[in-house]
């Protein structure tokens, strides 16, 4: 009896178990589906699926989680920058982390929650826009040290690959925004 009280358990179990596999399995399709239709897919994937909360919701959750992993991302970036700001030695860097400093800022304490304001509130497209600017933050930072801006190029700064992947992410909550 108490054999088959276990079994019966583990059925019971399975079947609670397996009634879930739909859900995660359509979930997945869903970050798979979305992926394909942005500019930087692998990326998207990744991403996502970094993030627990991307295994329910919509497109347009999607898009926050990926907003969110921006925030996360440039947060990191900006740290990096305002540690290196006491030790810069020439006026390039200081006026490149300068810059990169206030891009940053600004784009986590205004550009960003905007974005995310206009994605809740419908505006897709506004929020697209905001997106465009957020991305293009890690493009003027970077590109403040080889351009010549402040004088003489200097060479990429050293965070020059989270900016790229911050870029990337950007574009890809963009992406992202315009098929929520």
Known sequence: MSTSGAGAGVAIALVVMLSFLPLNHSQENLVEQTCQKVTYPDLCVSALRSDGRSSGGDVK???????NLVKVNGSDILGDVNKLIPKASDEVSKK??????DGFGGALN???????AKLESGAKHEAMLVMIDVGETAIDCDSCFTNERFGPSIGP???????????????????????S
Request: aromatic letters at 10%; hydrophobic letters at 50%.
């Open 61 to 67: 959750g999607l898009a926050a989680i990926m907003i």
């Open 96 to 101: 490149c982390l300068g810059l990169c400093r």
């Open 110 to 116: 205004r550009m960003i929650p905007e974005a995310m």
């Open 157 to 179: 700064p050293p965070f020059t690959d989270k900016d790229h992947v911050y870029f990337y992410l950007a574009t890809t909550a963009r992406d992202i925004i315009g098929i």
